[in-house]
């Protein structure tokens, strides 16, 4: 299974418009009715792609630092999430913690179900048919060309995402780091770390 950058396929042109013309044309009619003002859409917009990998890092760091916060989280996702100004939107985050004797990873087998508000948009190998197959079936394998490579001490526990419930890792915390602030500490936690094939970044010797 390759996990190099893919963009996917080229889309047409004139498709590419249609679609473009249709959302300018639902826009100026919400904007028209009184729905919405144009102000009001800009700000969602922006809300929207604010939300990535860094605001899911904030939880990390923010658990790897304070244990009473780290339980309420592992318990509630969802509050504990909130707790920090992060909305969930309704669906449930439950969110898994790796030890040194357990590791979580995450897929959605049947489509592509991901905790978009925590970490923006999935990654095109996240939602390819090979990975949603091959995470249940084999996991160690698939870690392993993700450069997660795991003793057999170590057991792999795989969580499968629904449209109404997702899933955050909680990556164990590199060794060397105590004492770090927590924008330091969210700077070495990364989207693959909080999916589950990957471990948190090592800090630079």
């Not at 790897?64 to 669906?91: C, M, Q």
């Amino acid at each position: 299974m390759s996990h190099d950058h893919h963009h996917g396929p080229t889309i047409d042109p004139e498709r590419l418009a249609y679609y473009q013309r249709m959302a300018t044309a639902v826009r100026e009619l919400l904007i028209e009715k009184g729905i919405l003002t144009d102000a009001q859409i800009v700000a969602t917009i922006k809300k929207m792609e604010a939300r990535g990998p860094a605001l899911g890092a904030r939880v990390v760091a923010h658990a790897w630092v304070d244990p009473n916060y780290k339980t309420r989280l592992l318990l509630d996702g969802s509050a504990g999430v909130e707790e920090l100004g992060i909305p969930v939107d309704g669906t449930r985050l439950i969110v898994v913690e790796n030890t040194e004797e357990v590791h979580n990873l995450v897929v959605c087998t049947l489509c592509s179900c991901y905790p978009r508000n925590i970490l923006g948009l999935p990654p095109d190998w996240y939602k390819k048919a090979a990975y949603r197959a091959r995470a249940v079936k084999e996991p160690r394998a698939v870690l392993a060309e993700f450069g997660t490579v795991l003793s057999d001490s170590v057991s792999i526990r795989v969580h499968d995402s629904t449209a109404d419930m997702r899933y955050l890792v909680l990556p164990a915390r590199p060794a060397g780091t105590e004492g770090w602030a927590e924008d330091k500490l969210a700077a070495l936690v990364n989207r693959d770390s909080m999916i589950g094939v990957q471990a948190a970044k090592e800090p630079e010797q």
